[in-house]
């Protein structure tokens, strides 16, 4: 087997991950020891913000009245999907008892998380997408309160679509603040929120080393990195179709990586060709960060079968993976680590960005070798529980003291000791009773 890289990143991973981590460790302890007015501050300072934190009843309505009734069908369009791909979700879990032993039970309970904290990314665009990714996973899922934070519009407040979309989905708080702060005042539970059990949502590298600090205190959706994607093409692919997806995702930032993996020497070579002019095609500042992602974190390798394309992108374990070939059923059945699986041409991973119904908060950096992305399964439970007959207890009782002095535990052995001398005596008592002596 061999693979020939026919493009190579010019960079490799990397942030400034020591600065980023000192900057949000003290933002996070001020609002610790400050409380509401810390988190205040810093609202002010970043989100140039001083209007209702907490937006009211009216200003939620007045802000859905700024959204087109066109944009509110598309919405509600996506928002229906994602809502019944999260429902079938959380069908496939739930509560259970089973008899182990004559007499000994055990079970399962699938029980929500009480408060979710939503971070939804704003300022320059309206990030409507993340809000009903969150939000609607949190309600299906059951949880007792949700709050959807997100950053305000310097001076004029969270974007009208992010709230209009928020409440739609079950919001039951909607928080203007943004970055570190945000999340601070839900994991704290600042302003007369309930403390957030679970932070999820995608957010810049200070919202993510936020949540990365604060896992722990509360539970988090995934440890973030930069977005990535990879397309699998062989020669039945359409290289405009394969360009373009690339572009696609390249422009969500600088140091979004993408891969390309073929082979077909051809299509690989008419992709690379093409791709610089589509990226020349997009508005600026879209184009620059797709230019720097595709120039410093693009690969593009070529294989000699599609196993041996199967088997690269499971090291590489992509966010995102595109299959543009034949046999789709093939690739379904055999690739194993991604966060979502996009099959064939007629879907792109744009679809689910936005609007197919499956979630877009992935696992990033090949974290999709054991984890999968965010879905309602993420706000639940699962947890345990267990009863014993009086019959049981004494086999039960002997097995967990031998194994406890086993293993140098005797307090362990000797709450077993005392079940089997009571119940051992209750057993006997029993037997003497059902023959008469």
């Known amino acids: ?14 942030t400034d991950a020591g ?56 919405i509600r369009y996506a928002y229906e999907n994602i809502r019944k791909f999260a429902e079938a979700q959380k069908a496939t879990i739930g509560d259970f008892e089973i008899e182990v032993r004559p007499g000994l039970f055990a079970g ?12 939804v990314p704003g300022g320059r665009y309206a990030h409507i997408a993340s809000a009903m990714m969150t939000v609607t996973t949190a309600k299906v899922a059951g949880c007792r309160h949700i709050v959807a934070c997100s950053p305000p519009q310097r001076g004029q407040g969270v974007h009208p679509a992010i709230v209009y979309t928020a409440d739609l989905c079950g919001a039951d708080t909607i928080l203007a603040m ?8 839900m994991a704290n539970g600042l302003f007369g929120l309930p403390s957030a059990d679970i932070l999820v949502g995608p957010g810049n590298q200070f919202v993510a080393e936020a949540k990365r600090l604060l896992f722990g205190q509360v539970g988090i959706d995934m440890f973030a990195g930069p977005t990535d994607s990879m397309i699998l093409a ?4 359409d290289p405009e179709f394969v360009a373009w997806d690339l572009v696609g995702q390249a422009e969500h930032g600088y140091n979004s990586p993408v891969w390309l993996i073929t082979d077909d020497r051809g299509l690989a070579e008419r992709v690379m060709a093409r791709v610089p002019a589509l990226i020349a095609s997009l508005p600026e500042m879209n184009g620059r960060n797709a230019a720097a992602a595709w120039r410093d974190y693009a690969e ?4 000699d079968n599609r196993e041996e394309m199967a088997a690269l992108s499971d090291r590489i374990a992509p966010e995102h993976l595109h299959v543009q070939a034949r046999d789709l059923d093939w690739w379904l059945g055999r690739l194993s680590c991604y966060g979502s699986l996009f099959l ?11 609007a197919s119904g499956t979630n877009h908060v992935l696992p990033t950096s090949g974290a999709a070798r054991y984890t999968g992305g965010l879905s309602v399964h993420k706000y639940m439970k699962l947890v345990t529980w267990q009863r014993a007959a009086p019959e049981s207890v004494v086999p039960l009782a002997e097995a967990t003291a031998r194994i406890s002095r086993l293993e140098g535990m005797e307090g362990h052995a000797r709450t077993a000791d005392i079940r089997v001398e009571k119940y051992a005596a209750i057993r006997q008592a029993n037997q003497h009773v ?3 002596r």
């Open 234 to 237: 062989d020669d039945s692919a």
């Open 19 to 74: 600065d980023i981590e000192q900057t949000v460790r003290s933002i996070l302890t001020d609002i610790e020891d400050g409380g509401e007015d810390a988190a205040r501050r810093y609202a002010n300072k970043f989100d140039g913000y001083d209007g209702n934190l907490i937006l009211t009843r009216d200003e939620i309505d007045a802000a859905g009245e700024q959204v087109s009734p066109q944009l509110k069908d598309d």
């Open 108 to 119: 399962q309970r699938a029980i929500p998380c009480n408060a979710a904290g939503c971070y």
């Open 434 to 436: 059902a023959t008469g």
């Open 344 to 354: 064939g041409e007629e879907t792109t991973v744009a679809f689910g960005d936005k």
């Open 178 to 185: 943004g970055g570190v702060q945000g999340v601070a005042a």
């Open 1 to 14: 087997m061999a693979v020939t890289q026919l493009k190579t990143a010019a960079r490799g991973a990397s």
């Open 300 to 303: 593009v390798f070529l294989c």
